[in-house]
Structure formats: C-alpha cells, structure tokens
C-alpha cells in the first residue's frame, strides 16, 4: 500500500508499465468534471472508474483483495478511511473469488486504518486486503485499474 498527494503521483511511473498511462490521465484531465462511470485508458490493461458513492459503516463492510488488477484511489471529494491488512495475514476465506470482477471479499479485520483526504490518493496492489468506502459522507473518487501483468 501507498498513500501520498496527487501532486506526487508522477513518482511511482516506474512501479508498473500501465502507471505511465495511468498517471498521463491523471494529470492531463480536469478529474473533478470527469463523468460517472467507466474511462477507458488502455483497454482492459488500464482504466478508470468515477464514482461518487455514500460512505459506509466498518461493520457493514469486507476486505477486498484483487488478483488481477493494482488499484489507484484518487479521493476528489469526502474523506475515505480505508482499512488494511496484509494478505498474508489474512486467514483462509470461505468467499470465492469473483474472476469476471476480479474480487474476493475476506472475513478478516483491518490492521491499519488510514483517512484518504481529498487530494490523495492510495496504491492497492494484490497482496494489500483493502476496505474503503468508510465514512459517514459521500465519496467523490477515481479508481484507476491497473493489469499486474503489463
């Protein structure tokens, strides 16, 4: 997992051939105005995905991990506390993984919890469990989906 500013982003280009596309269309669109929904980048290799969605209870919320795909979540709007946890702290789970959606939900707490403000964003790749969404308000965000295998 990665926390930092947007204005940092330009940092981490060498992490993963897609972070180059990834970043190009961070930097080079006004993200706040960018429609609801699915942007295309580089096919299915890299995405991305605006949505502005309520805020949610830790209770009523799972880890996730990914197997496929690195996660880049922008925050433009809200605060989203996003928990953590290493997988390979995880214990096994009885949830199958969702190959079409490329999730799996794990039954395991957060180790780490950490407020994303607006401006930051947080790098989630497939060892990171992650939970986000957690807030009493709405989140604006930007998830840019990344192919491990570039």
């Known amino acids: 997992m990665i926390i930092d500013i947007i204005k940092n982003v330009h940092s981490y280009q060498a992490l993963n051939k897609g972070f180059v596309k990834a970043i190009d269309f961070l930097s080079g669109n006004d993200l706040s105005k960018l429609s609801l929904g699915r942007h295309e980048i580089d096919g299915d290799r890299v995405y991305a995905v605006v949505a502005k969605e309520p805020g949610r209870m830790k209770e009523n ?21 996003m928990g953590w946890k290493s997988i390979s702290s995880c214990k096994e789970s009885n949830n199958e993984y969702n190959k079409e959606s490329d999730i799996k ?24 469990a992650h939970m986000p969404l957690i807030s009493e308000s709405p989140i604006h965000k930007i998830v840019v989906k990344i192919a491990v295998e570039q």
């Open 105 to 128: 939900f794990l039954d395991d707490e957060p180790d780490l919890w950490v407020p994303v403000e607006k401006g930051h964003f947080a790098i989630f790749f497939p060892e990171d």
């Open 61 to 81: 919320a799972l880890l996730e991990i990914h197997e496929k795909y690195i996660d880049i979540q922008v925050i433009l709007d809200g605060t989203d506390t």
